[in-house]
């Protein structure tokens, strides 16, 4: 069986992030210019999903100092390595990062026609809570999720 890991992407990855990027979304794309700058930022952190040590998935989670919501801002997996759980663990290791940053919520968006999506997102425990009409280039309605963390208190009082 080929083995498959969760890590922290590196500069190296940015060609593969944004093939798998290309491949996963039609439009709403990440250009390469701010993939680039999402390696580079501190406000963001790129998880990659490999199998048999090429990028079969990404997750973008994003922070704001101002708030204890980290966003997903992007979550994809390549489509012969879908099915296999890699999505569910990308979307772990992103909850994990922010549960240890103190923070009180993660939340991400989908198309309201992305059932494969929303399945996932519930089965990682996540909740819908908003609609937000027209969101995507070609008009369709976004179903916006949360999952609320434990919390420890004020977001970032254990760092
Ligand atoms: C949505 C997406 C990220 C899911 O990735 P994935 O790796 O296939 O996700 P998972 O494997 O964790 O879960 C997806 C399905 O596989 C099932 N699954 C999970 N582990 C499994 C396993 N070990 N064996 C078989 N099936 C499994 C899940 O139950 C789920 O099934 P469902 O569709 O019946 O609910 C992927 O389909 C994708 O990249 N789509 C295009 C981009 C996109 O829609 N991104 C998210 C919204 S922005």
Redesign the pocket.
Known sequence: MTSSRIRAAAASDLDALIDLEFA??TADRISRRSWHSLIESLSATIIVAEIGGQVA?SAVLLFNQKTSVARVY????SAP????????RLLESAIEKAERRGLRFVRLE?RVD?M??Q??FE?CGFVPFERTATYYEDGTDALRYQRVLPGIGAAGSLQ
């Open positions: 996963a979304f998935g992007s979550l994809a997996v390595a879908r099915g296999q759980g890699l999505g569910a989908t992305n494969t999506a399945r996932l089965t």
